[in-house]
Structures are given as C-alpha cells and as structure tokens.
C-alpha cells in the first residue's frame, strides 16, 4: 500500500500562482509514474501532468508552459507548480500513482481561481 497525501490547495486570483504537494509514505518514484489529475463539478477527472519514473515529464495541452510538475526523490514527494492560473482551472486536484495493475489516489486538494 501507498499513502499520498496532497496539500497546497486554496484560493488564488487569476493569474496568480499555487504549488501543490504531493507526499507519499515511501520510495516509490523509481518503479511508479506520478500524476496530477483535476475534477471539477459536473466534468471528468482528467490528467493535467505527470512525470514517469525515468524523469520524463508530460502535460495536458491546456497546462502545457503554465504548469511544472517535479519531485524530490529524498522527500517522496512530488510537486505541481502552477503559475498564470484561469478560471477553468478551479478543481479538485488528485495525487496519482500508477504502474502496471497497481495505483493509489490522494484525498484531494481543492484549487479555486477567482477573477
């Protein structure tokens, strides 16, 4: 089993800029690909970031030079650095962490951008 625990959610002018945390309860990067994923009221979950455990980095194309995804290995924990932050991007943001038949969800972080 893998705990992750989310946390750097809140209330944010467009714009503005939040990074969220992501701290899993043990070494996991080397073997599982970690993602950031987003709902919002009435929408699907979707994937926004994630970064595999070779390093390599992917992005949604509506985050895509807004947003970075990274990771310190010695802290197991991931990071979502999101700058120039719009009103279509109020959700709840999910920690992931996937690799073949096995992955684990966060609880969630709620990120509301207002005008």
């Known amino acids: 089993q893998v705990q992750l625990v989310e946390s750097g959610g809140g209330l944010v002018q467009a714009g503005g800029s939040l990074r969220l945390s992501c701290a899993a309860s043990?070494?996991?990067?080397?073997?599982?690909?970690m993602g950031w994923y987003r709902q919002a009221p009435g929408n699907q979950r979707e994937l926004v970031a994630a970064?595999?455990?070779?390093?390599?980095?992917m992005y949604a194309d509506s985050v895509n030079g807004r947003f970075t995804i990274s990771r310190d290995n010695a802290k197991n924990t991931v990071y979502l650095q999101m700058n120039s932050l719009k009103l279509e991007d109020t959700a709840v943001y999910y920690c992931?962490?996937?690799?073949?038949?096995?992955?684990?969800w966060g609880q969630g972080t709620q990120v509301t951008v207002s005008s």
């Open positions: 992931n962490a996937d690799r073949t038949y096995e992955q684990f």
């Open positions: 043990r070494s996991i990067f080397s073997i599982f690909t």
């Open positions: 970064i595999r455990s070779d390093g390599t980095t």
